[in-house]
């Protein structure tokens, strides 16, 4: 559909446009389309800009993903919103990505992979589906170099079940959520409660600047989050 540029909510048009041209192109879930109407409404509340919080939790994840044997997680909301900003954060970090869908086929598996490959990715993990982790669902099918192993995990758009199992295994889970009250956000070591399209772009630039592990404690940062969004539903009164 062609947007037109003058329109006052032109980026948020694009971005459901391209959820369903991840639909229409086989990587993304039709369930996308709800986590995104999910997502949005936060995005409002949050005033539809990166915080303080998230800046500081953004440095913070580069900080351990650059430290650490990382890998980073992607579903098909990832590979319809920000594949080539992905990539671009997988080859600063020099960390892999891995493809992990809560409704996996081996359809959409292939699509995905095909996705970061035309976004510039050298190798896409996920799809040999040589180890688990302790899910039932099908995100326990994960990959022996990838999430299996590496100790570092970046999970973007989640549910938490995995988020938990992760946990469970001693990793250090780093989530990109913008809903601070889902289970994925608290249970999660670093929550970015930020837009996938700010969060993913911000985090190259910091990487650029090396930045040194400080340590984080999440539940200040995400009652500073919850606190931005009453503000602002107070002011629109
Ligand atoms: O591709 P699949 O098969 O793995 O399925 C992926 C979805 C996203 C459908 C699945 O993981 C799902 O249903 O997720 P949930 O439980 O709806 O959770 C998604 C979370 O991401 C919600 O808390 C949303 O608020 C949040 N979210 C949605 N869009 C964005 C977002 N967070 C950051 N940036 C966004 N653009």
């Not at 446009?17 to 409404?41: C, F, M």
């Not at 600047?209 to 500073?224: E, H, I, V």
Request: aromatic share 6%; with cysteine.
């Amino acid at each position: 559909m062609n947007i037109p540029k003058s329109h006052p909510r032109y980026k948020s048009l694009l971005y459901r446009e391209k959820i369903v041209e991840g639909i229409n192109r086989g990587y993304t879930s039709q369930v996308g389309l709800v986590a995104h109407g999910r997502g949005e409404a936060f995005d409002y509340l949050l005033g539809e800009k990166t915080s303080s919080y998230a800046h500081a939790a953004c440095e913070a994840a580069v900080a351990k993903l650059m430290s650490t044997r990382s890998v980073l997680s992607a579903n098909g909301n990832v590979a319809a919103l920000c594949a080539e900003e992905y990539v671009t954060l997988s080859k600063v970090l020099n960390a892999p990505i891995e493809v992990n869908l809560f409704y996996r086929t081996p359809e959409r598996m292939k699509a995905m992979e095909k996705r970061f490959l035309e976004a510039g990715a050298e190798e896409v993990l996920g799809l040999a589906e040589d180890a688990e982790i302790q899910i039932e669902s099908e995100r326990r099918k994960v990959d022996s170099r990838g999430i299996y192993s590496r100790e570092t995990v970046l999970v973007p758009l989640e549910d938490g079940d995995r988020t938990e199992a992760l946990k469970r295994m001693g990793k250090f889970v780093i989530a990109i959520d913008l809903n601070p009250l889902s289970r994925t956000a608290k249970k999660a070591d670093i929550t970015i409660v930020d837009n996938i399209v700010r969060a993913v772009p911000l985090m190259v630039e910091l990487a650029k600047k090396k930045p040194r592990w400080r340590g984080f404690d999440n539940a200040a940062n995400l009652a500073g989050s919850m606190a931005i969004m009453q503000q602002n539903l107070s002011n629109s009164q």
